[in-house]
């Protein structure tokens, strides 16, 4: 008797899985999904970061060599190899200045038509934000057309290089 019963449950039909409801979700949510993947945007801004090197450069190699410090209280605009070019220090309310800061590098670049590249040095506890605007001064010289309004760009110095800011007094070697 034991053995028949054994049997019976052996010849049972296995149910099948209704998966009619999860393929209609799926028809609806692999569109959404395509057609919404269109709308996000990744912006990514290559930089290059300054390899180490204890070389000394010969005299006649030196050339121009841009570099925005970014203290807590100014912007300090400058040559590696000369020296300090600009002091932009914060205003009254404690904002950097990116007005002259613009100003001095659209100079720079007039003077310099064919150098691109600049590198930013920061201090310590810098806000990123303060990072964004420096980069896109840098990067980007915005004119208003006064005859139609219209936002004139032009480049500036587009491949940036980002470092640590050398000490305050320690000159910009």
Do not use: C, H, W
């Not at 919404?36 to 801004?45: D, E, G, N, P, Y």
């Not at 038509?113 to 040095?121: S, Y």
């Amino acid at each position: 008797m034991i053995r028949s019963r054994r049997g019976g449950r052996r010849n049972q039909e296995t149910v099948e899985l209704n998966i009619t409801a999860f393929m209609n979700l799926m028809v609806i949510l692999v569109p959404f999904l395509l057609i919404t993947a269109v709308f996000s945007r990744l912006a990514i801004l290559e930089l290059n970061l300054p390899g180490s090197s204890s070389e000394p450069v010969e005299p006649q190699e030196q050339t121009f060599q841009l570099e925005i410090i970014v203290r807590q209280d100014k912007i300090e605009v400058g040559d590696r190899n000369q020296g300090l070019l600009g002091i932009y220090p914060n205003g009254d309310d404690g904002r950097y200045d990116f007005v002259a800061l613009a100003e001095k590098l659209t100079e720079l670049k007039e003077r310099y038509p064919t150098k691109t590249d600049a590198a930013i040095l920061l201090e310590q506890d810098i806000a990123y934000d303060t990072l964004v605007q420096v980069m896109d001064t840098v990067r980007v010289a915005q004119e208003i057309n006064e005859d139609d309004g219209v936002i004139d760009r032009s480049d500036l110095f587009p491949d940036i290089s980002i470092g640590d800011a050398p000490v305050q007094g320690g000159g910009t070697s």
